[in-house]
Nanobody, 117 residues
Framework: QVQLVESGGGLVQPGGSLRLSCTAS????????MNWYRQAPGREREFVAG???????NYAVSVKDRFTISRDNAKKMVYLQMNSLKPEDTAVYYC???????????WGQGTQVTVSS
């Protein structure tokens, strides 16, 4: 059974930082591209950041230079370091594991991030 479990969300003031973590089980982690998405109230889920099996990262324009994605294949974990947070970063953040050549696509339950003073 595949499980992706996010943690690290919470309430933070504008300009603050949070680090999200996602622990994977039930998959061969090193064979998956890992992504973070987010969904704000009333909006569609959107891509935030992704990291390939070999560690190549890409980011949404809105978070580039503020967020950093990383992975630890030995621990089967992916991280999202979020700095200089803004109120518009408020959303539920989801971890995603995707394997392009098989079509396997798994999601976590999400963790709430609220940026407010």
């Amino acid at each position: 059974q595949v499980q992706l479990v996010e943690s690290g969300g919470g309430l933070v003031q504008p300009g603050g930082s949070l680090r999200l973590s996602c622990t994977a089980s039930g998959i061969i982690f090193s064979l998956y591209n890992m992504n973070w998405y987010r969904q704000a109230p009333g909006r569609e889920r959107e891509f935030v950041a992704g990291i390939t099996r070999v560690g190549s990262a890409n980011y949404a324009v809105s978070v580039k230079d503020r967020f950093t994605i990383s992975r630890d294949n030995a621990k089967k974990m992916v991280y999202l370091q979020m700095n200089s947070l803004k109120p518009e970063d408020t959303a539920v953040y989801y971890c995603n594991a995707r394997q392009v050549y098989t079509g396997n696509d798994y999601w976590g339950q999400g963790t709430q991030v609220t940026v407010s003073s």
